[in-house]
């Protein structure tokens, strides 16, 4: 009788033992997960540009954050730029070849005018195929093609009287358009953005701005 009793004392203590760990971890699990819950990761804070772009989280690299915002300003500016050309039957690249060919017409330089390669090097936008450029110039009475006395082989494209005109009309809404858009920038701001973005250009022993 005593062994039995001393067995059901055993029993009941290793039960209450038992219960007790059971009821220990239970709550120890609870308490975890009230912790979980409290220490919730804050959603991280957007820059600019991502909110721009309704990105849900911040770029994978500040490189890749900076030529986005690159891409994007260079967007946004040539919306109103856009708009003006097109008023005139131009585009952008189009309004870029006859400004080189302006200036190729300055002093000396008015006989000789400019060949395609000339052109493609000046050009602020690389473009594929500036012979295309040059085609729809000429086609709209905005340059002429000739070749060089002596070397027929050569040849260039100046520009006309009508391109000069045109040129001339557009040269006062354009500049206002640029300082509408970055009038706001401080002398100094505008020249840091410059020079920045020229460095951009350049790489590590390059020797050189890239596209120059």
């Known amino acids: 009788m005593a062994r039995a009793a001393a ?13 007790a760990v ?9 308490g975890g997960g009230g912790g979980g819950g409290g220490g919730a990761s804050k959603a991280p804070t957007l820059s600019p540009l991502a909110k721009e ?9 500040p490189e890749q954050e900076a030529y986005l915002n690159v891409l994007r300003t260079a967007s946004v500016l040539g ?28 002093g000396d330089r008015a006989v000789e005018g400019r060949n395609c390669s000339q052109i493609a090097a000046d050009m602020v936008t690389r473009v594929p195929d500036v012979t295309r450029i040059v085609d729809r110039l000429e086609q709209t009475g905005l340059a002429a093609r000739f070749r060089v006395t ?10 006309t009287r009508a391109g000069l005109e045109l040129l001339a009309k557009l040269d006062e809404p354009i500049l206002r358009a ?10 100094a701001e505008l020249d840091q953005m410059s020079a920045l973005l020229v460095k951009a250009r350049q790489r590590p022993n390059d020797g050189g701005v890239r596209g120059a």
Do not use: C, P
């Open 22 to 30: 059971r009821k220990s971890g239970g709550g120890a699990r609870k």
């Open 53 to 61: 772009l309704r990105k849900r989280g911040a770029f994978q690299a």
């Open 178 to 187: 640029h300082k509408e858009q970055l009038g706001h920038l401080s002398r």
């Open 7 to 19: 067995g059901k004392s055993g029993a009941g203590a290793g039960g209450g033992k038992q219960a």
């Open 79 to 106: 919306e109103d730029i856009f708009t003006t050309l097109k008023a005139h039957g131009l585009s952008d690249a189009m309004y870029n070849a006859l400004r080189i060919l302006r200036g190729g017409a300055d």
């Open 150 to 159: 002596g070397d027929r082989r050569v040849v260039m494209v100046k520009i």
